[in-house]
């Protein structure tokens, strides 16, 4: 009897491409399993149960929703929390990207000085994550250290009123009057949140071909439509881009995290801090799904 081996067929170079695109991003895969999968199926099952520490460790039991249903019936924080972050981000998100983009144009213009001012553009990002950022500003100013006078104090504070009731004399919406003072009074941390969003849309304005400005002042286009009609489309899919940073960004520093984490490790709440967890991670996710799905409607793409 004679046994015949059938020859084992060699792969092509597009299979061996693919088996070393899976051997490159295996690291990746396993640590998104390991640190990110498998603790996310974790809290989704405390969420639904409450722990007790026993002897030798702690015991998990079943509750079903009920830790959810007491989020929004006896825990009077959470959901007031959730709203003012949500709130907030509302509020804050189509700010820093008018700014952001505003400031980009005017930092892509050629003028002396332009990489120290692209610097101070940024600035405030390295210093939110130093020590800058835990400095209680209240405290120097009730020491007079950064207070320039309680008369000059009550001075802006008259024409600030007085600048709101002429734009409310002038036929302006009160909604769009408030929206504008709000953003006065934030603009120190909307500036602060926009030196990351300046510098993606600092990359795609250099990036836009110099023949479409061309073709566009031989037609007779003045710099506004220019902007309108090529600046402004050429940078949708970044506006999309930061669209979703901001909002990620703004709700890192929601107080939320704050009261996630005290519920867990002081409270010793682990099941309620787990479906807060669940519930905040499910309305940025929707958020977000609501957001990319309706501007990426008028994104435009050149090819």
Do not use: C
């Not at 919406?173 to 990351?196: H, K, M, N, Q």
């Not at 703004?250 to 682990?270: G, H, M, R, Y």
């Amino acid at each position: 009897m004679k046994i015949t081996f059938k020859r084992k067929k060699k792969l092509t170079l597009k299979q061996k491409n693919a088996w070393f695109g899976v051997l490159f991003a295996s690291p990746l895969i396993f640590g998104m399993i390991m640190l990110f999968i498998l603790p996310l199926i974790q809290s989704l099952r405390y969420s639904l149960s409450s722990i007790r520490l026993v002897e030798g460790g702690f015991s998990v039991d079943y509750e079903g929703f009920s830790n959810y249903a007491s989020l929004f019936t006896s825990n009077p924080d959470y959901p007031r929390s959730l709203a003012e972050s949500i709130a907030a981000m509302a509020v804050n998100v189509p700010l820093i990207l008018v700014f952001g983009l505003f400031a980009a144009v005017l930092l892509n213009q050629k003028f002396r000085g332009r990489p120290f001012a692209r610097a101070v553009f940024f600035l405030p990002v390295i210093l939110a994550s130093s020590v800058i950022a835990n400095l209680d500003i209240g405290s120097f100013v009730g020491s007079g250290t950064l207070s320039s006078g309680g008369g000059e104090a009550e001075s802006n504070l008259l024409q600030s009123f007085e600048l709101k009731r002429m734009m409310l004399e002038s036929g302006i919406s009160p909604i769009f009057v408030d929206y504008l003072t709000g953003a006065v009074d934030r603009i120190y941390e909307i500036i602060s949140s926009s030196g990351v969003q300046i510098l993606i849309f600092l990359a795609g304005l250099q990036s836009i071909p110099p023949s479409l400005y061309e073709a566009a002042k031989i037609e007779g286009a003045t710099g506004y439509e220019s902007f309108w009609k090529v600046t402004f489309p050429m940078m949708s899919p970044l506006i999309l881009t930061n669209t979703v940073y901001s909002i990620i960004d703004s709700f890192s520093n929601s107080p939320i995290n704050k009261l996630v984490s005290e519920t867990a490790f002081k409270v010793f709440d682990f099941g309620l801090s787990a479906a807060m967890s669940w519930v905040y991670f499910l309305s940025v996710a929707l958020i977000l799904a609501v957001s990319v799905g309706l501007i990426s409607r008028k994104v435009f793409y050149y090819d």
